[in-house]
T-cell receptor, first 114, second 114 residues
């Protein structure tokens, strides 16, 4: 139990669907992150939120839309995705954004876009 | 951008053997982290290193922060079946790079042959 939960664990969607991924951290951290993990590639940082404000947006296509309503919850809204967006989407949290605080990861959502 | 070269990409060993893997970078890092990822799960932090030359152990795992700050290695002694998984290194840049992002290696997949 890492203290970071993600739902759903698996998601299959068509290119015209709209869906949302949810992340919740129970660690009292102030920073949350979305990463994309594709096969044989390093983890790609997508978004960083610190105290509910977005502090990093790594040139992610607008079909991915993050939302951080409070420091414990993070969403990733998905719409009109492409098959190449199929990947494992990982959420992480840390006490502060950057610094020397290590990041703790959730179990991920395995996304398949048909 | 910064890149982490992690090697080997995969290892096939017998139970009881020792394992060694490493990461090298063209950039200096302030922090080195080693994570393990089991199938269908998110990465779990194994060891964090904060000072050049630091040698840290966690059970059968030992990791070192290279003296040049551009490399790190992870050793696993007397491997057991539950060591199977993908091991990732991650380096954190110094603050004067703009922000202290985590840069991840591509992973080392460890398989234990019966």
């Amino acid at each position: 139990e890492t203290g970071v939960t993600q739902t759903p664990r698996h998601l299959v969607m068509g290119m015209t669907n709209k869906k949302s991924l949810k992340c919740e951290q129970h660690l009292g951290h102030n920073a949350m992150y979305w990463y994309k993990q594709s096969a044989k590639k390093p983890l790609e940082l997508m978004f960083v939120y610190s105290l509910e404000e977005r502090v990093e947006n790594n040139s992610v296509p607008s079909r991915f839309s993050p939302e951080c309503p409070n420091s414990s919850h993070l969403f990733l809204h998905l719409h009109t995705l492409q098959p190449e967006d199929s990947a494992l989407y990982l959420c992480a949290s840390s006490p502060l954004a950057w610094g020397t605080d290590t990041q703790y990861f959730g179990p991920g959502t395995r996304l398949t876009v048909l | 951008g910064q890149q982490l070269n992690q090697s080997p990409q995969s290892m096939f060993i017998q139970e009881g053997e020792d394992v060694s893997m490493n990461c090298t970078s063209s950039s200096i890092f302030n922090t080195w982290l080693w994570y393990k990822q089991d199938p269908g799960e998110g990465p779990v932090l194994l060891i964090a290193l904060y000072k050049a030359g630091e040698l840290t152990s966690n059970g059968r795992l030992t990791a070192q922060f290279g003296i040049t700050r551009k490399d790190s290695f992870l050793n696993i002694s007397a491997s057991i079946p539950s060591d199977v998984g993908i091991y990732f290194c991650a380096g954190q840049l110094p603050r004067d790079f703009g922000n202290e992002k985590l840069t991840f290696g591509t992973g080392t997949r460890l398989t234990i042959i019966p």
